[in-house]
């Protein structure tokens, strides 16, 4: 069983749709979750960061942990072509040894069709 | 502006040939990851480095090596190239003294073992 589980698409919706990306973990040692954006032929980049059980905004985009359900997700409000991409989630641990080791998820492919 | 760079961006070798892929940031940064992105199971971490002369086996080292001489490079050298090495490499790079551990990706080098 993988540590970190991503339906990976992909996933077809209509321009202005509410999009639902979810990712599932087994480590509850984990402490911070990450959202990575990545367009095609293109490096991933950073989305959202959050730490803590809750919801944290950013405009469209919405990243929601529930630790004790191991369940995180990313949703995107009103969602645009331009949203079409790779979404990967990524989680970790703090600490000096620890740095940089991300477990990411397969990666979820999004179409928003105009 | 700041930025990660990797060369080639495509490359086609043969099995059994030593391969070196070229990663160069110019942010400044102490941590520097490589990474391996296949169908089916996202991004995984090669080798990382968080210094000059600091090297460090990830999740996937088999076949692979690091050397980091200087803060803005580190190539990554396949020894002897196999087709189960054909694959999207991605470098990245990251803040020592930044909390949230953000990961800045390069554009990639697509590389195909024959």
């Known amino acids: 069983q993988k540590e970190v589980e991503q339906d990976p698409g992909p996933l077809s919706v209509p321009e202005g749709a509410i999009v639902s990306l979810n990712c599932t973990y087994s480590n509850s040692a984990f402490q911070y979750f990450m959202w990575y954006r990545q367009y095609s032929r293109k490096g991933p980049e950073l989305l959202m960061y959050?730490?803590?059980?809750g919801n944290k905004e950013d405009g469209r985009f919405t990243a929601q942990v529930d630790k004790s359900s191991k369940y995180i997700s990313l949703f995107i409000r009103d969602s645009q072509p331009s949203d079409s991409a790779t979404y990967l989630c990524a989680m970790g641990l703090y600490g000096s040894s620890n740095t940089g080791k991300l477990i990411f998820g397969q990666g979820t492919t999004l179409q928003v069709k105009p | 502006d700041a930025e990660i760079t990797q060369s080639p961006r495509h490359k086609i070798t043969e099995t059994g040939r030593q391969v070196t892929l070229a990663c160069h940031q110019t942010?400044?940064?102490?941590?520097m990851f490589w990474y391996r992105q296949d169908l089916g199971h996202g991004l995984r971490l090669i080798h990382y480095?968080?210094?000059?002369?600091?090297?460090n086996k990830g999740e996937v080292s088999d076949g692979y090596s690091v050397s980091r001489s200087n803060t803005e490079d580190l190539p990554l050298t396949l020894e002897s190239a196999a087709s189960s090495q054909t694959s999207v490499y991605f470098c990245?790079?990251?803040?020592?003294?930044?909390?949230?551990?953000?990961?800045?990706f390069g554009p990639g080098t697509r590389l195909t073992v024959l």
């Open positions: 990245a790079s990251s803040d020592f003294l930044e909390s949230t551990d953000t990961q800045y």
């Open positions: 480095s968080y210094g000059v002369q600091d090297t």
């Open positions: 942010w400044n940064h102490n941590n």
């Open positions: 959050t730490y803590s059980s």
